[in-house]
């Protein structure tokens, strides 16, 4: 879930957010902003007043190294304080030391130097480099970045499926699932949010547009997002 914290994308209002799950009876809720943790207080303490188990997280850029400009995506959930830690110390260094055209991004090698004890990381389906790999029918490369996750995330990387209403949705899933058979990895289904409603798509629409420079009725302008 990106809330309006993630200031890129995302409209969801914490409040609004933690009475939606509450009214839907659901036991914990994640928020996973986009490179950054502006809400963690908020939301952790609305969680917890509506008797919600608050899970954090963040919707991290993963440094390409041999393409700058087409940086991968990874979720990364905290388990405990020391990932908590761990997500903090990831963040301020790629902020302060590893921008690139306004993202902050985090190189593969850091998570070998630095552990990543208390983190959960989920693959980032389509955005992330399996996912890139797969959708490329390559799928001995996919297997190869797959089993260098698991290798960090020993016991707690899973393989991300998605259906959120883009093309060739169905098929990355079957490619990912037999991916997740052969490795014998884990499989996890995870629901892209940035808005609450699907009558809120044209305003998220529009705070996309802001971000990245375009008018929202400009049809050469890149459609990230769906309805769903």
């Not at 290798?151 to 990387?157: A, D, E, I, N, V």
């Amino acid at each position: 879930m990106h809330s309006e914290y993630s200031v890129t994308d995302g409209i969801v209002r914490i409040d609004d957010a933690v009475a939606m799950a509450k009214a839907d009876g659901m036991p914990a809720l994640a928020l996973t902003d986009a490179s950054n943790v502006f809400g963690m207080v908020k939301f952790y303490s609305a969680a917890r007043a509506a008797g919600i188990k608050p899970v954090i997280g963040v919707d991290c850029w993963i440094q390409n190294g041999k393409d700058r400009d087409k940086p991968f995506r990874a979720l990364l959930l905290c388990s405990s304080r020391a990932g908590y830690r761990r997500l903090s110390e990831l963040l301020s260094r790629a902020w302060l030391k590893n921008q690139h055209r306004a993202r902050a991004e985090i190189a593969m090698g850091w998570f070998a130097e630095r552990g990543t004890e208390g983190l959960i990381a989920l693959s980032g389906f389509a955005g992330g480099d399996v996912g890139h790999a797969l959708a490329g029918g390559n799928a001995a490369a996919a297997g190869k970045l797959a089993a260098a996750w698991s290798k960090l995330f020993p016991g707690r990387y899973y393989l991300e499926v998605q259906r959120a209403g883009a093309g060739h949705t169905e098929q990355l899933a079957g490619a990912t699932l037999a991916l997740a058979v052969e490795l014998r990895l884990p499989v996890v289904a995870t629901h892209p949010v940035q808005f609450s409603l699907p009558g809120d798509f044209k305003a998220h629409e529009a705070r996309v547009c802001i971000s990245q420079g375009y008018v929202l009725g400009d049809q050469r302008r890149p459609t990230l997002f769906t309805v769903e």
